[in-house]
Protein backbone atom coordinates (compact mmCIF):
# COMPACT_ATOMS: atom_id res chain seq x y z
CA UNK A 1 0.00 0.00 0.00
CA UNK A 2 1.10 3.31 -0.50
CA UNK A 3 0.14 6.30 2.03
CA UNK A 4 1.06 10.08 0.88
CA UNK A 5 2.59 12.78 3.63
CA UNK A 6 3.49 8.90 5.21
CA UNK A 7 6.34 9.76 7.06
CA UNK A 8 4.83 12.38 10.21
CA UNK A 9 1.53 12.94 11.68
CA UNK A 10 -1.45 11.20 10.80
CA UNK A 11 0.29 9.61 7.77
CA UNK A 12 2.58 7.99 9.44
CA UNK A 13 -0.29 6.36 11.91
CA UNK A 14 -1.36 5.02 8.81
CA UNK A 15 1.86 3.43 7.43
CA UNK A 16 2.71 2.10 10.77
CA UNK A 17 -0.76 0.39 11.47
CA UNK A 18 -0.50 -1.27 8.03
CA UNK A 19 2.88 -2.40 8.58
CA UNK A 20 1.73 -3.95 11.85
CA UNK A 21 -1.20 -5.42 9.90
CA UNK A 22 1.16 -7.52 7.53
CA UNK A 23 1.34 -5.01 5.16
CA UNK A 24 4.08 -3.68 2.62
CA UNK A 25 3.86 -0.11 3.01
CA UNK A 26 5.57 2.63 0.83
CA UNK A 27 6.21 6.29 2.31
CA UNK A 28 5.75 8.67 0.29
CA UNK A 29 7.22 12.65 1.35
CA UNK A 30 8.01 15.60 -0.05
CA UNK A 31 10.60 16.93 2.61
CA UNK A 32 10.53 14.96 4.97
CA UNK A 33 12.92 12.36 3.93
CA UNK A 34 14.82 11.57 7.23
CA UNK A 35 11.29 10.89 9.12
CA UNK A 36 10.51 8.40 6.11
CA UNK A 37 13.54 7.28 6.55
CA UNK A 38 13.39 6.50 9.98
CA UNK A 39 9.95 4.99 10.03
CA UNK A 40 10.36 2.73 7.39
CA UNK A 41 13.33 1.54 9.68
CA UNK A 42 11.32 0.54 11.69
CA UNK A 43 8.59 -0.83 9.89
CA UNK A 44 8.77 -5.03 9.07
CA UNK A 45 8.10 -4.11 5.18
CA UNK A 46 8.24 -0.70 4.40
CA UNK A 47 9.86 1.61 1.37
CA UNK A 48 10.28 5.28 0.85
CA UNK A 49 9.36 7.21 -2.52
CA UNK A 50 9.68 11.00 -2.43
CA UNK A 51 7.73 13.62 -4.56
CA UNK A 52 6.36 16.54 -5.14
CA UNK A 53 3.15 16.89 -4.89
CA UNK A 54 2.99 20.09 -6.14
CA UNK A 55 4.44 19.42 -9.78
CA UNK A 56 1.38 18.14 -11.69
CA UNK A 57 3.17 15.99 -12.97
CA UNK A 58 4.91 14.18 -10.32
CA UNK A 59 2.19 12.44 -8.81
CA UNK A 60 1.09 10.33 -11.48
CA UNK A 61 4.81 9.44 -12.48
CA UNK A 62 5.01 8.14 -9.35
CA UNK A 63 1.91 5.95 -9.65
CA UNK A 64 2.94 4.68 -12.80
CA UNK A 65 6.59 3.67 -11.70
CA UNK A 66 5.48 1.82 -8.45
CA UNK A 67 2.30 -0.38 -10.08
CA UNK A 68 4.93 -1.40 -12.73
CA UNK A 69 6.95 -3.29 -9.92
CA UNK A 70 4.31 -3.70 -7.46
CA UNK A 71 2.73 -7.09 -8.20
CA UNK A 72 -0.19 -6.51 -5.62
CA UNK A 73 -1.31 -3.22 -5.02
CA UNK A 74 -4.03 -2.76 -3.35
CA UNK A 75 -4.53 0.29 -1.57
CA UNK A 76 -3.75 4.04 -2.01
CA UNK A 77 -4.36 6.10 0.80
CA UNK A 78 -4.41 10.22 0.05
CA UNK A 79 -3.07 12.18 3.01
CA UNK A 80 -0.48 14.38 2.19
CA UNK A 81 -2.32 17.98 2.20
CA UNK A 82 -1.19 21.67 3.24
CA UNK A 83 -3.51 23.49 6.12
CA UNK A 84 -2.55 27.01 5.26
CA UNK A 85 -4.76 30.43 6.91
CA UNK A 86 -6.65 32.67 4.61
CA UNK A 87 -10.51 33.70 5.71
CA UNK A 88 -13.51 33.93 3.78
CA UNK A 89 -13.34 37.44 4.05
CA UNK A 90 -9.50 37.68 2.53
CA UNK A 91 -8.56 34.76 0.21
CA UNK A 92 -4.76 34.42 -0.76
CA UNK A 93 -4.22 33.64 -3.87
CA UNK A 94 -1.14 31.61 -3.58
CA UNK A 95 -2.68 29.91 -0.80
CA UNK A 96 -5.73 28.85 -2.90
CA UNK A 97 -3.34 27.75 -5.75
CA UNK A 98 -1.49 25.67 -3.93
CA UNK A 99 -4.17 24.32 -1.72
CA UNK A 100 -6.11 23.57 -4.65
CA UNK A 101 -3.01 21.60 -6.44
CA UNK A 102 -1.75 19.54 -3.24
CA UNK A 103 -5.33 18.80 -1.79
CA UNK A 104 -7.62 18.42 -4.66
CA UNK A 105 -6.24 18.20 -8.15
CA UNK A 106 -2.65 15.82 -7.20
CA UNK A 107 -4.86 13.24 -5.06
CA UNK A 108 -7.79 12.91 -8.17
CA UNK A 109 -4.62 12.67 -10.99
CA UNK A 110 -3.08 9.94 -8.23
CA UNK A 111 -6.29 8.34 -7.68
CA UNK A 112 -7.30 8.12 -11.59
CA UNK A 113 -3.36 6.90 -12.05
CA UNK A 114 -3.95 4.36 -9.38
CA UNK A 115 -7.68 3.14 -10.67
CA UNK A 116 -6.25 3.03 -13.97
CA UNK A 117 -2.09 1.34 -13.75
CA UNK A 118 -2.19 -0.44 -10.45
CA UNK A 119 -2.48 -4.43 -10.57
CA UNK A 120 -4.54 -6.82 -7.79
CA UNK A 121 -6.03 -9.32 -8.25
CA UNK A 122 -8.82 -8.91 -5.29
CA UNK A 123 -9.97 -5.22 -6.13
CA UNK A 124 -8.01 -1.59 -5.07
CA UNK A 125 -8.90 0.58 -2.52
CA UNK A 126 -8.76 4.45 -2.90
CA UNK A 127 -8.86 6.09 0.46
CA UNK A 128 -9.21 10.14 0.83
CA UNK A 129 -8.44 11.88 3.81
CA UNK A 130 -10.92 14.63 3.68
CA UNK A 131 -11.99 16.96 6.98
CA UNK A 132 -14.97 16.96 8.83
CA UNK A 133 -15.27 20.77 8.16
CA UNK A 134 -17.15 18.92 4.87
CA UNK A 135 -20.24 18.91 7.38
CA UNK A 136 -19.14 21.41 9.73
CA UNK A 137 -17.73 24.90 8.21
CA UNK A 138 -16.85 27.78 9.18
CA UNK A 139 -15.05 30.80 7.73
CA UNK A 140 -11.37 30.27 8.89
CA UNK A 141 -8.56 28.44 6.65
CA UNK A 142 -11.13 29.11 3.52
CA UNK A 143 -9.00 27.90 0.71
CA UNK A 144 -8.19 24.68 2.93
CA UNK A 145 -11.85 23.93 3.39
CA UNK A 146 -12.99 24.96 -0.37
CA UNK A 147 -10.07 22.17 -1.55
CA UNK A 148 -10.98 19.58 0.55
CA UNK A 149 -14.70 20.08 -0.45
CA UNK A 150 -13.22 19.62 -4.13
CA UNK A 151 -11.75 16.56 -2.99
CA UNK A 152 -14.52 15.21 -1.53
CA UNK A 153 -16.89 15.48 -4.72
CA UNK A 154 -14.37 13.63 -6.70
CA UNK A 155 -15.10 10.18 -4.43
CA UNK A 156 -18.62 9.20 -5.78
CA UNK A 157 -17.62 10.19 -8.87
CA UNK A 158 -14.38 8.10 -9.26
CA UNK A 159 -16.76 5.05 -7.89
CA UNK A 160 -19.18 5.60 -10.68
CA UNK A 161 -16.18 5.50 -12.82
CA UNK A 162 -14.63 2.53 -12.12
CA UNK A 163 -14.76 -0.70 -14.60
CA UNK A 164 -13.57 -3.16 -11.62
CA UNK A 165 -16.95 -3.58 -9.47
CA UNK A 166 -14.84 -5.19 -6.72
CA UNK A 167 -12.49 -1.13 -6.38
CA UNK A 168 -14.01 0.75 -3.73
CA UNK A 169 -13.09 4.48 -3.62
CA UNK A 170 -14.24 5.89 0.15
CA UNK A 171 -13.27 9.32 2.18
CA UNK A 172 -12.08 9.41 5.51
CA UNK A 173 -12.97 12.70 7.34
CA UNK A 174 -11.16 13.38 10.85
CA UNK A 175 -11.68 15.67 13.05
CA UNK A 176 -9.54 18.06 15.04
CA UNK A 177 -6.43 15.26 15.70
CA UNK A 178 -3.46 16.92 16.08
CA UNK A 179 -1.57 19.99 16.89
CA UNK A 180 -2.27 22.47 13.82
CA UNK A 181 -1.11 25.81 12.67
CA UNK A 182 0.40 27.45 15.52
CA UNK A 183 -1.30 25.97 18.50
CA UNK A 184 0.12 25.59 22.04
CA UNK A 185 -0.13 22.57 23.60
CA UNK A 186 -2.54 23.14 26.14
CA UNK A 187 -4.99 25.03 23.27
CA UNK A 188 -4.41 21.86 21.01
CA UNK A 189 -5.92 19.85 24.84
CA UNK A 190 -9.02 22.45 24.98
CA UNK A 191 -9.58 22.48 21.34
CA UNK A 192 -9.93 18.41 20.63
CA UNK A 193 -12.39 17.91 22.90
CA UNK A 194 -15.06 20.39 21.21
CA UNK A 195 -16.84 17.41 20.17
CA UNK A 196 -20.01 15.57 20.71
CA UNK A 197 -18.29 13.06 23.18
CA UNK A 198 -15.84 15.57 24.50
CA UNK A 199 -12.96 13.24 23.87
CA UNK A 200 -9.92 13.66 21.85
CA UNK A 201 -10.05 11.47 18.50
CA UNK A 202 -6.36 10.04 18.07
CA UNK A 203 -4.69 9.62 14.60
CA UNK A 204 -4.93 5.57 15.50
CA UNK A 205 -8.46 5.98 15.42
CA UNK A 206 -8.46 7.17 11.89
CA UNK A 207 -5.55 4.32 11.14
CA UNK A 208 -7.51 2.22 12.56
CA UNK A 209 -10.57 3.18 10.19
CA UNK A 210 -8.35 2.94 7.28
CA UNK A 211 -7.56 -0.48 7.81
CA UNK A 212 -11.08 -0.91 8.25
CA UNK A 213 -11.87 0.30 4.20
CA UNK A 214 -8.96 -1.05 3.14
CA UNK A 215 -10.44 -4.91 3.93
CA UNK A 216 -13.67 -4.83 4.23
CA UNK A 217 -16.70 -4.13 1.64
CA UNK A 218 -18.85 -0.70 2.60
CA UNK A 219 -20.52 0.81 -0.22
CA UNK A 220 -17.99 2.34 -2.14
CA UNK A 221 -18.24 5.94 -2.28
CA UNK A 222 -18.49 6.45 0.93
CA UNK A 223 -17.04 9.24 3.93
CA UNK A 224 -16.71 7.59 7.16
CA UNK A 225 -16.43 10.64 9.87
CA UNK A 226 -14.05 9.79 12.51
CA UNK A 227 -14.04 12.64 14.73
CA UNK A 228 -16.16 12.05 18.32
CA UNK A 229 -19.06 13.87 16.46
CA UNK A 230 -17.55 16.99 15.61
CA UNK A 231 -19.10 16.99 12.17
CA UNK A 232 -22.32 17.17 14.11
CA UNK A 233 -22.04 20.19 15.75
CA UNK A 234 -22.18 23.89 14.06
CA UNK A 235 -18.79 25.94 15.03
CA UNK A 236 -18.39 29.64 14.00
CA UNK A 237 -15.00 29.72 13.97
CA UNK A 238 -11.81 26.51 13.51
CA UNK A 239 -11.53 25.14 17.06
CA UNK A 240 -7.84 26.57 17.00
CA UNK A 241 -9.34 30.04 17.80
CA UNK A 242 -12.05 28.57 19.52
CA UNK A 243 -9.85 27.68 21.91
CA UNK A 244 -8.56 30.61 22.56
CA UNK A 245 -11.35 32.81 23.51
Not at 44 to 58: G, K, R
Not at 118 to 123: L, N, P, V
Not at 164 to 179: K, N, T, V
Request: aromatic letters at 6%.
Amino acid sequence: MLVTGGAKRIGAAIARAFAEAGWHVVIHYGRSREQAEALAAELPSAEVFSCDLDDWNAGPAMVAELAERLEDWRVLVNCAGVFDLDTAQDLQPSVFETAMRVNAATPARIGQAFLAQARSTTGRRLIHVTDQKLENPNPDFFSYTMSKHALSSTIPMLSMARTDPRDRIYGLAPGAILASHDQTEEETEVSHRMNLLQRKTTPQDIAGTALFLASGWLASGKTVFVDSGQHLLSQERDVLFLARQ
